[in-house]
């Protein structure tokens, strides 16, 4: 298509050659170096693979920035998360739908209604195009089922040995529309709720991880909280403070809870849910279940009398059937979160120190 | 600390055992995976590392998201970029600095004022933390510079051969005042103006990592354009749609306007300014540096009565002494954007096909 142009000889070459090997890279299927080169390459993966599975009207614009309207909302909420998580794919989920659920999630604790999701990945040269399409997928799915479009996006391509198959980050937007939930509103005598068992997620992509070859029950309970949460908010008046027990788990999150409230915080070990299969698994790898990550659940802080409405709420949504009271904030004011454990012992529950599981999310 | 549990045993060994990992990374000064386990050593790295640095009233809240004040706008815009730069540091700029300024000149050729950030972070295990506190550096300077705050943030480490030092991913939340810019709105007689000299940045990246013995004046232009553009909107009447000419260059961005506006786009090659050490390393590297991307460069369409008030606010700003017109949108309606060359030929600019320069950004 270029015509006579005096520039166009060394590029006009380079350009032919790397068609030679986009064409190759087609029909082998897999991601190239030139799909992120932000030139027609690129246009055609977004018009191929891309926009088919999670275009919308404001991502179709493929504008720089997408706009969102928020006339009706006087606060938005932002947040941001990578995944790496490896497998990319395990029993219950995959990289997209962990990445969709995590950011809204993160929104949806913080009392705010996500609105909108801006997706950059950074894919490894030679992942396969179908893999890259199966992620996409389930983005899409979690888009529908929690009615919150990808709006605006970005991919890069990385060489062989500087990736991973592929990274996703997802910052997403929300509109806050009743009282801010902050840590210090939390008071004595509230209540601890959590909207079911823990440590499934870290447990499934660990098991499929290290050990492949067994056949394991545990599935990941990644799952998009927000249609839930905000019923609650708006339902059940004396919902104090949420948070997802992501990372560093149900442990880290009552740590946090206790430390930057400043109450005494006593969980009672007996109630917390943990599956049978997930409590086998976290013997086995010498885990704590506490401490692993949740990707669809909630720690939900309420008034006291608040608590049965919210748990007879909870336990009636898909997420929430095994929603249950873990335990009570208390004086005295020392900022230390307590576990009472089965036997009758207790100890201490610290944010754990470092890396229990690399890669979980 | 932990006092007499029943589940401790093997978790505690692992924390311990952790620990001393963790301590033989902190002694190198180096990343640790365990830096980005969501436990005490990353509560540890964003204390000492990330909030002294780029720390302020809302991200020092750690909270799962950031909380933006909106209620003087009926509308906001939202955006997202990976960054993955290879080298991270370049003459001119490093990773942290082109994460910043890509999103905000994101935000801002759409029209929005930036009002924060979301930073996600990707590190390897083994990445100097010097070099994070480096990239953190520059972050903080463009943050102070563009008047717009990191808000919230996450960071995860995968292991050595699944990155490459550092990738960022920058998501950029902005306010729009004033009309909306769409292509819609580019007519025949509209001016294209360029806010300087095209091709410094991927320029400059490539000499550092191809031809890392040469010395050169190449420098990138990374340079947030923010408050220029804004002086810009409020100023002057007639400004119809801006661009930053990122991947794929100038060439991508006029070649888009012409297929998008579906009008006629006839660029001047002498008028189009490159600078003449830019121009010998692109033809060193057999480049064409219009392909070549910018990242403190806008292209800007004004009505043609607005050329000469554009031209002399823009000249007056430090990121855009040297704005020239470089073109016009004309009839007839072909969608086609044409270079008239130096020595009076015609060519076609067409968007890159592919990758010409990976990882320039």
Not at 152 to 176: L, R
Not at 217 to 242: E, F, I, Y
Not at 263 to 282: G, K, Y
């Amino acid at each position: 298509m270029k015509t006579n142009g005096t520039i166009a000889t060394a590029d006009r070459l380079m350009a032919e050659d790397e068609g030679q090997h986009a064409a190759a890279g087609r029909a082998r299927g897999r991601v190239m170096l030139a799909h992120g080169g932000g030139g027609q390459l690129t246009d055609e993966l977004l018009q191929t693979i891309v926009l088919p599975r999670i275009g919308n009207a404001e991502l179709c614009r493929m504008l720089d920035s997408a706009i969102l309207d928020v006339r009706e909302a006087g606060r938005v909420a932002l947040t941001i998360d990578g995944y790496v998580v490896q497998p990319w794919q395990f029993p219950g989920g995959d990289i997209g739908r962990i990445a969709m659920c995590g950011t809204i999630n993160d929104l949806a604790v913080c009392g705010a209604e996500p609105v909108g999701i801006a997706l950059g990945l950074i894919v490894t040269e030679g992942f396969p195009m179908g893999d890259l399409a199966a992620v996409l997928d389930s983005i899409h799915a979690i888009a529908s089922e929690a009615g919150v479009n990808v709006l605006t996006g970005d991919t890069k391509v990385v060489g062989c040995g500087q990736g991973d198959g592929v990274y996703v980050t997802t910052a997403g937007v929300g509109i806050c529309r009743g009282p801010a939930l902050t840590v210090e509103n939390v008071q004595p005598d509230d209540v601890l709720i959590v909207t079911g068992a823990v440590g499934d997620h870290g447990l499934a992509v660990m098991l499929a991880r290290e050990m492949p070859e067994v056949q394991s029950v545990v599935r990941s309970d990644v799952a998009p909280l927000n249609h839930m949460l905000r019923k609650l908010m708006v339902d059940v008046p004396g919902v104090v403070w949420m948070r997802d027990p992501t990372r560093s788990g149900l442990a880290g999150v009552t740590a946090d809870l206790a430390a930057q409230s400043g109450w005494h915080v006593a969980l009672d070990e007996e109630r917390i849910p943990v599956n049978v299969a997930t409590r086998h698994a976290a013997e086995m790898l010498g885990l704590d279940p506490l401490e692993v990550a949740n990707e669809g659940k909630a720690v939900i802080v309420v008034r006291p009398e608040a608590e049965e409405r919210a748990l007879a709420l909870l336990r009636d949504e898909p997420y929430g059937r095994a929603a249950v009271t873990i335990g009570r904030v208390t004086a005295p004011r020392d900022g230390v979160c307590e576990l009472h454990t089965a036997i009758g012992g207790r100890r201490i529950l610290q944010k754990p120190y470092g890396e229990q599981l690399p890669r979980i999310c």
